[in-house]
């Protein structure tokens, strides 16, 4: 986690609009269940137009969001996704255009979307008052402690992956377990969790996967589209600087 300031915590007085969460504030120690955030100024096309994609879409992130007491890496990913929404519709406009794939003609086409018709997915489970979530493993039948990754988490485990040695097979389910799982049957000794998850059962893995998908306050980012052969297919909407340069070169 960072321990410096975010750019966004100096500028509250800047122009700026409210956003709701997803998760409604409900995992984050302050319960707030909307952000200030700022709008995208000419200064910020700067940084869109540089080259690296994490960074660019981090460094707005830190810029834009105006609270005091709530950092980037410990919001969940669905709220970092509804802020993001809101930055490039506010800058751009709503109107967004895929490319997709017509299997009947075996060509690619261009499938518009409107960004403003992004619903927040329903979710009937939530979390307990630490904003942990409780289940019955169905192999097993442990009792199982989980939690949801953050931004800054997700992102954690995908550089450990990303340098982990090519000859050799990455660990990304069972690192992602050991942060999801916060205690077995009452037991929250990492050291314990960690074996338990090397023999845990495919079955109970996919089962958490499953069950903290559902449960996972975020945007439904999949629209259906009409091909040019008329077939209906789903297209889904993936964030990076790439949503953010509708005009590149113009």
Known sequence: ???????????????????????????????KKSVKVGYLTAQDENLLMSTNNENVINQLLKSKIYEPDLKIDEMLGGDIEAILLFLRNT???TKYVISAYDSKTNQRFDAEVNLSEMNIK???????????????LPISNDIVKLKLLTYGEENMID???????????????????????ISINGNSEKENSVKY?????????????????????????TKQVRTPSGEMIDIT??????????????
């Open 197 to 221: 998850i090397q023999q845990m059962p495919i079955a109970d893995s996919k089962f958490i996967r499953k069950f903290l998908k559902e449960v996972e306050p975020r945007l439904d980012l």
């Open 91 to 93: 800058a751009f406009g």
């Open 1 to 31: 986690m960072e321990n410096e300031t975010q750019y966004g915590q100096m500028n509250f007085n800047l122009p700026h609009d409210v956003v709701p969460l997803p998760s409604q504030g409900l995992f984050y120690a302050n319960k």
């Open 159 to 181: 550089k450990e992956m990303e340098i982990y040695p090519k000859s050799m097979i990455a660990p990304i389910i069972t690192r992602k377990l050991e942060a999801q799982i």
């Open 237 to 250: 909407v993936n964030f990076g600087v790439d949503f953010f340069r509708p005009f590149f070169g113009v």
């Open 122 to 136: 329903k979710v009937n489970t939530q979390p307990g008052a630490d904003g942990f979530f409780e289940t019955t």
